[in-house]
């Protein structure tokens, strides 16, 4: 079984600083990043906006449901 020590950024690969820019996928083609979270009652409470590629170690800035172009503050 893997964890998350397992997952250390490849010194092989380049990493690249694109704090401040949203991405569901990395430049390198993972889509796993290391995050800080929060739980609450078995479900992520909150999570931080900065994150780590678990591959190559880019940084980038998660997404969350207000960047969703189709999101809409109050539902029906
Ligand atoms: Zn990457």
Do not use: Q
């Not at 430049?27 to 906006?49: N, P, Q, R, T």
């Not at 800035?61 to 503050?73: L, R, V």
């Amino acid at each position: 079984m893997m964890t998350i020590l397992d997952f250390e950024p490849d010194p092989e690969l380049p990493s690249f600083d694109f704090s401040g820019i949203i991405m569901h996928e990395c430049i390198c083609g993972s889509d796993m990043w290391k995050i800080v979270v929060s739980f609450k009652e078995y479900e992520i409470a909150s999570y931080m906006l900065d994150m780590e590629c678990i591959h190559c170690g880019t940084r980038a800035k998660a997404p969350t449901p207000p960047d969703n172009p189709e999101y809409e503050e109050y539902n029906d």
